[in-house]
């Protein structure tokens, strides 16, 4: 059974302060692992990643795979109040009757007190 | 463009009841998806869609049944409502099963 587990479980943080979110996963045929910020709502879409040691970056956001050692961590830097969301970790599997299939971990409870 | 649509936002149904959740995207998606997402959890999958008239279980089907007759429209049917479905709902849509999946604003349910 495929399995994605993110820690920690909850942070809080003062705003200006840099956050790393982690995320690990057991799939089988693995094509890629995405991030999501859900603030009381849908998620939203953060990064899509399918290759390893490349980083992605969106503003004060980044992240990076390791598909080897089977993680990912998402950075944020000189956080907001806004940043105050779940952050979701998912990946997809490309085999059998499986195709596309999102497995989601349990999320980050992230709190950033101004 | 719409995007993903879903409706009812709210609905309380008593132990027993039946429903369906509606959800239609307009983005012509082939692969649709039912996940549910209880208090600080993550979402678990419960249904899928690769296309018009194929459907397969997720992780949680047992007591959900999807049909699949158009490409635009995935609605989800609640038999026999039991209080272990209060949930939020969310639908989502993709074009491509590595692509990033697109999501409705969910269904909150509560089963009394």
């Known amino acids: 059974e495929d399995k994605v587990v993110q820690s920690p479980l909850s942070l809080v943080v003062h705003e200006g302060d840099t956050v790393t979110l982690n995320c690990s996963y057991e799939?089988?045929?693995?094509?890629?692992l995405l991030w999501y910020k859900q603030e009381k709502k849908a998620p939203t879409f953060l990064f899509m990643l399918?290759?390893?040691?490349i980083e992605k970056k969106s503003g004060r956001l980044s992240s990076i795979l390791d598909k080897k050692e089977l993680f990912s961590i998402l950075n944020i830097t000189a956080t907001q109040t806004g940043d105050s969301a779940v952050y979701l970790c998912?990946?997809?599997?490309?085999?059998?009757?499986?195709?596309?299939?999102?497995?989601f971990g349990q999320g980050t409870i992230l709190t950033v007190h101004p | 463009n719409a995007g993903v649509t879903q409706t009812p936002k709210f609905r309380i149904l008593k132990i027993g009841q039946s429903m369906t959740l509606q959800c239609a995207q307009d983005?012509?998606?082939?692969?649709m998806y039912w996940y549910r997402q209880d208090p600080g959890m993550g979402l678990k999958l419960i249904y899928y869609?690769?296309?018009?008239?194929?459907?397969d279980k997720g992780e949680v089907p047992n007591g959900y049944n999807v049909s699949r007759s158009t490409t635009e429209d995935f609605p989800l049917r609640l038999e026999l409502a039991a209080p272990s479905q209060t949930s939020v709902y969310f639908c989502?849509?993709?074009?491509?099963?590595?692509?990033?999946?697109?999501f409705g604003p969910g269904t909150r349910l509560t089963v009394t």
């Open positions: 799939v089988t045929n693995f094509r890629s």
């Open positions: 399918t290759s390893s040691g």
């Open positions: 869609s690769v296309g018009a008239g194929i459907t």
């Open positions: 983005m012509n998606h082939n692969y």
């Open positions: 989502a849509s993709t074009p491509g099963a590595i692509s990033e999946q697109y």
């Open positions: 998912a990946t997809t599997n490309a085999g059998g009757t499986s195709y596309g299939k999102l497995t």
